[in-house]
């Protein structure tokens, strides 16, 4: 029997979702991020839908990723977005996947590599154009550029960099990344003979930044139904919003009645101010419900709001539903998505969390039994 706690994924709004991203890019193509399972929404799943929707690549963050698309059939170019370390390079050749450099030093073993099995084989280099997480600064893109072309089984195929505020629609930040990335891949296109393909644009700026979208996008949070900036962002999407692809929800498994002054839970952080109603559910931390949520979250339940009450436990957690008519053990109890007219949204989770709306995703996606629902 699986568990009680689910984990269902809208095949339906993922296809929806890759329509918006695909009105957005104009005639760039799509670059479907599935790192993290997908956002914890699966893989394997999602990338199938995407690719029959009509991405022309697959991004991962690790080889390992890489490979489990591979060995699912997928022939696509697969980007590793992190981890090309030399150690890594005869396993990327193998499988074909497209590294994606971040500075020389796998350069060498790539070219080896790639010489050992008679490909020649195009590197995408990340270039550092003020996200100040990882690759190379625009001073030192064309040496780097250079040694890839003097590899003979390498050549250059794509550049790439990344926005770290694209998310944030008041700040002139991407602007300026934006110019430094044109700059730099000016000079690039003097130095190589072959086509090259430039991209930066994750969801923000997909949707938020004009002239973002270059030779390819690479949305990730967008095709799983969130704005980068949470629900403000929505504004912008034009008549065709994104929609929420994960849903998560239990079920009740005990209904109890407990005085005016009990202390609910480990602390008694929550003391009863009435003879109340208690559901008890068997969701908690270890599922991705964190403690954080304790005492401030909301559920649904008989298409009703309900609050958590009472500090959540590895597997326990209690909910108030003295206002709520007609509850049953066995009724599911919605955490996060619809039920009814009533919604909790990822943004609204990742709110009451302190965080953000991926963060939330794929916490309970990974954490969960999952039901893709075609
Ligand atoms: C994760 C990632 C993206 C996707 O970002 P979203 O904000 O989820 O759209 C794009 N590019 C790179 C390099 C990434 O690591």
Avoid at 72 to 80: D, E, H, L, R, T
């Amino acid at each position: 029997m699986k568990s009680l706690n689910r984990v269902e994924i809208s095949a339906a709004a993922l296809r929806n979702n890759f329509a918006v991203c695909h009105e957005h890019a104009g005639r760039a193509d799509i670059l479907a991020m599935v790192k993290a399972d997908a956002y914890g929404h699966g893989m394997l799943n999602c990338a199938e839908i995407f690719i029959n929707e009509g991405a022309k690549a697959l991004g991962v963050a690790e080889v390992s990723e890489g490979i489990t698309l591979r060995e699912a059939g997928f022939s696509q170019p697969v980007f590793i977005l992190a981890g090309v370390i030399p150690q890594a390079a005869q396993t990327i050749i193998e499988y074909n996947l497209t590294p994606v450099v971040t500075d020389g030093i796998a350069i060498k073993e790539l070219g080896k590599a790639a010489a050992q099995n008679s490909v020649i084989v195009g590197v995408q280099v990340k270039m550092d154009a003020g996200m100040g997480r990882q690759g190379t600064l625009p001073a030192d893109m064309l040496a780097l550029v250079q040694q890839i072309e003097d590899q003979e089984s390498l050549y250059l195929q794509g550049v790439l960099a990344h926005f770290p505020l694209a998310d944030d629609r008041q700040s002139t930040n991407s602007q300026q990344v934006l110019e430094t990335f044109t700059k730099t891949i000016e000079q690039i296109k003097l130095l190589i003979s072959q086509p090259c393909s430039f991209h930066i644009a994750n969801s923000g700026g997909l949707l938020y930044v004009d002239g973002a979208g270059f030779d390819m996008v690479r949305p990730g949070i967008s095709l799983y139904g969130c704005y980068p900036d949470g629900e403000a962002g929505r504004s912008v999407a034009g008549s065709r919003g994104l929609e929420p692809v994960m849903k998560f929800s239990t079920r009740i498994i005990q209904i109890r009645e407990v005085p005016e002054g009990t202390g609910l839970g480990y602390g008694h952080s929550f003391v009863t101010a009435r003879p109340t109603t208690l559901a008890v559910l068997p969701v908690g931390y270890e599922d991705g419900y964190l403690r954080k949520l304790s005492n401030i979250a909301e559920v649904i339940v008989n298409c009703q709001k309900v609050p958590v009450v009472g500090r959540i436990s590895m597997n326990i957690t209690l909910i108030d539903i003295t206002d709520v008519a007609d509850v049953q053990v066995g009724d599911e109890v919605v955490l996060l998505g619809s039920q009814g007219d009533q919604e909790i949204t990822a943004d609204d989770i990742a709110g009451w969390m302190d965080t953000i709306s991926y963060e939330v995703l794929c916490l309970f996606g990974r954490m969960n039994d999952r039901v893709f629902q075609k």
